[in-house]
């Protein structure tokens, strides 16, 4: 096993990682910015070094001072998170090239899924559904008129190397379609230094589901069921859980072998997430995958009992899985709630002093954060200050455990999203299950706070 391991992020999933490694022997290397210099990752860690200013690109984004780091405490693998540059192909490369273990899956793998008419081709040919639309890219405007023409309406217009939310136009009618597109590919080549683009069928009312996958060096791949992860605002996720309310025992089946198959199909190593967006039939499609881990792992960890975080540096380390795909079942429900500091209604960030932290405790809760009394939120980062996690027999006895963990946390001194998450548990469209991506935004509509 590695001796020592740097950890390439900040936060709460800097906090995780640490505990990861402590829990199996390892030595952890924190990397911190001027700003994070009493963040919790950085004083948890058993060494850490200062990597540049405030600003991520001068730091967290910084592979010269990250490398220099690595080299400087003699760590052996590097564990990138997620975010910053979990999902940085040529970072994972250069890691590997200067002789240490990338904690994530080949560079060649991320790089077929990062470019998403390159990912499209590969699932294709894997058997993987697709959104329907263009065949890969879409050279000019002709040949995009011609699909618009037999797709129909509405559609979305796609920026191959996006990501993150951007690079995306929904068009609702001809009129204004030639100059959707042709705004589209201007500004995917400004913004991504690439202006292929391609056409999907925009799909009304979907929910977001997504597979876990695990794979090791030695050819086997699993996947530990999916998360529904409609809860969105944004294209943000709020709330996740572990399994979808809403899909039956054939979909789930179909849906996570959809997953497996993805994963196959670029040899994946490590941890990994294939998205899907799925229809009130419960026809699904795949979206992308990430080829990382993910802020709601923990819902995962919590049904299927296996330590992904674990698990990632046992795999970087070449070890075989411990198990098989029969011997993963899902055991309950979990849901996660993610603690932001911003105003639950108007979303506006809230840096500053947490005055007092109280986390909720009890039988089946788990938080995940890098708060304490006295921390001062930097205003340069995420506004995700923890997640809130409750696992019970069933997702109603679920429901009500993280309504009485949310109702016990105390954070004073900055604002945070708990009463959001208060009138969301409270929902009945939610108890119910009954949701799709839309849902809280048009909710938060209807309520106009
Ligand atoms: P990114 O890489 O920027 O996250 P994705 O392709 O994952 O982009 O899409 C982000 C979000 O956009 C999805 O979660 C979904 O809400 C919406 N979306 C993307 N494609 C479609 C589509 N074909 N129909 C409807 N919504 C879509």
Redesign the pocket.
């Known amino acids: 096993m590695f001796h020592k391991i740097l950890i390439a992020n900040r936060g709460e999933i800097a906090v995780r990682i640490i505990r990861a490694c402590k829990e199996l022997g390892i030595r952890s290397v924190a990397v911190y910015s001027e700003a994070d210099r009493d963040c919790m990752h950085a004083r948890l860690a058993d060494e850490s070094v200062c990597i540049g200013p405030a600003s991520s690109s001068l730091s967290y984004l910084n592979i010269a001072a990250i490398m220099a780091a690595a080299e400087l405490t003699d760590a052996q693998a590097i564990h990138p998170g997620f975010g910053f540059l979990a999902e940085n192909a040529e970072f994972a490369e250069i890691v590997n090239e200067s002789g240490l273990v990338w904690i994530g899956p080949t560079p060649e793998s991320m790089r077929i899924m990062g470019d ?1 008419v390159t990912a499209k081709k590969k699932m294709e040919i894997a058997g993987v559904p697709l ?1 329907p ?1 263009s065949d890969g890219a879409v050279k000019d405007i002709e040949e995009a008129r011609a699909i618009a023409k037999k797709s129909g309406f509405p ?2 217009i ?1 920026a191959s190397a ?7 136009k ?1 068009v609702h009618s001809e009129a204004s379609f030639s100059n959707a597109f042709s705004m589209c590919k201007a500004e995917a080549g400004a913004a991504f230094g690439d202006d292929t683009v391609f056409i ?5 009312e ?1 929910r ?1 589901i997504e597979v876990q996958v695990l794979g090791d060096t030695h050819g086997n791949i699993v996947h530990l069921y999916e998360r529904e992860c409609s809860m ?1 605002r944004n ?1 943000q996720k709020v709330l996740e859980e572990a399994p979808s309310p809403s899909i039956d025992a054939e979909t789930r089946e179909k849906i996570c072998a959809a997953g497996l198959a993805a994963a196959k199909a670029v040899d994946y190593v490590g941890a990994g997430t294939i ?1 899907f ?1 799925m229809n009130a039939d419960n026809s699904f ?1 795949f ?2 995958m990430n080829t990382r881990i993910q802020v709601e792992h923990p819902v995962t960890e919590w049904i299927t009992g296996v330590d992904l975080i674990e698990w990632q540096i046992r795999v970087a380390n070449g070890e075989k899985l411990a198990f098989k795909q029969e011997d993963l079942k899902i055991k309950g429900h979990a849901i996660e709630c993610r603690i932001n500091a911003e105003h639950p209604f108007k979303f506006t960030p809230s840096p500053g002093t947490v005055e007092l932290y109280h986390a909720p405790g009890g039988r089946s809760v788990r938080v995940d954060s890098h708060l304490y009394t006295g921390y001062k939120i930097p205003p340069h980062y995420d506004s995700m200050i923890g997640k809130i996690i409750t696992h019970a027999r069933d997702r109603e006895k679920c429901i009500r455990r993280m309504q009485r963990a949310i109702d016990e946390l105390v954070v004073l001194g900055v604002t945070t999203n708990q009463e959001l998450h208060q009138r969301l548990l409270a929902n009945p469209g939610f108890q119910k299950g009954e949701f799709n ?1 839309h849902f809280l935004e048009k909710w938060l509509k209807q309520m106009s706070l």
């Open positions: 998403k959104v639309g559609l979305i796609k996006g990501g993150g939310g951007r690079g995306m929904v999907e069928k925009f799909l009304v979907p977001h969105q294209n998205e967006l499609y979206m992308e991506i």
